[in-house]
């Protein structure tokens, strides 16, 4: 299907994924989870496709990530934003976004598997290269980089399975939701949402 075909009626629908996207996100990230079991691709992957406005996308995967670092944390110091590592973190995170053209174009269930997937590949390259470049903990040689790279591979299955359990469960549920319930939902389009970016 186009993604004209899932365009929301309602302005208020848009603010409650919104609002939901945040919540569903701080939740995951705090409670325990296995590590690298996040739903924050999927979250950036579906907010890049469902918003038309491209702000809305961003401001829900900033949003989330600052108040779950904050809780988990204790607080946003001064070094942490100076934290070359947690910059490259944030913009991998962010970096589902582009497909938003690719999805919105046809959205199928291979190709929410597909781009999960590749997040999950970008993911694991850029952080991990991030961590052996700016972190102490890996010697700066080939044999380091590759020391490095083989610490992560344990992690990198519940990456790619959180990425794509979270990605079915956050599309299946907006197809569910758009196709039987929206119908009954009287609504009005607002230009802040709306309009093009």
């Known amino acids: 299907m186009n993604f004209e075909d899932y365009t929301l009626k309602s302005s208020y629908s848009y603010v409650a994924i919104l609002v939901a996207l945040i919540a569903l996100g ?3 990230r705090v409670l325990p989870h296995p590590p690298n079991f996040s739903p924050m691709a999927a979250i950036a992957l579906f907010a890049g496709f469902v918003f038309i406005k491209r702000y809305m996308a961003f401001l829900v995967v900033i949003v989330t990530m600052l108040l779950t670092d904050y809780f988990v944390l204790g607080s946003l110091s001064p070094e942490y934003f100076a934290s070359e590592t947690m910059l490259v973190v944030y913009l991998a995170l ?7 053209g690719f999805l919105r174009a046809k959205l199928s269930g291979p190709r929410v598997a597909m ?3 590749t997040c999950s590949v970008v993911f694991f390259v ?4 991030a961590v052996w470049m700016f972190s102490p903990m890996y010697e700066k040689t ?3 980089i590759v020391l490095c790279y083989t610490m992560a591979i344990p992690f990198f299955h519940y990456t790619v399975m959180g ?4 990605s079915g469960l956050i ?3 907006y197809y569910l939701v758009k196709n039987y319930y929206e119908d009954a939902a ?7 949402l709306f309009s093009n970016n």
């Open 142 to 144: 080939w044999a380091g």
């Open 94 to 100: 962010l970096f589902p976004i582009i497909f938003k």
């Open 163 to 166: 990425d794509l359990l979270w």
């Open 171 to 173: 599309f299946g549920t």
């Open 115 to 117: 781009t999960a997937i």
């Open 186 to 192: 009287p609504g009005f389009k607002s230009s802040l």
């Open 126 to 129: 850029s952080t991990n290269f």
């Open 26 to 28: 701080v939740v995951a």
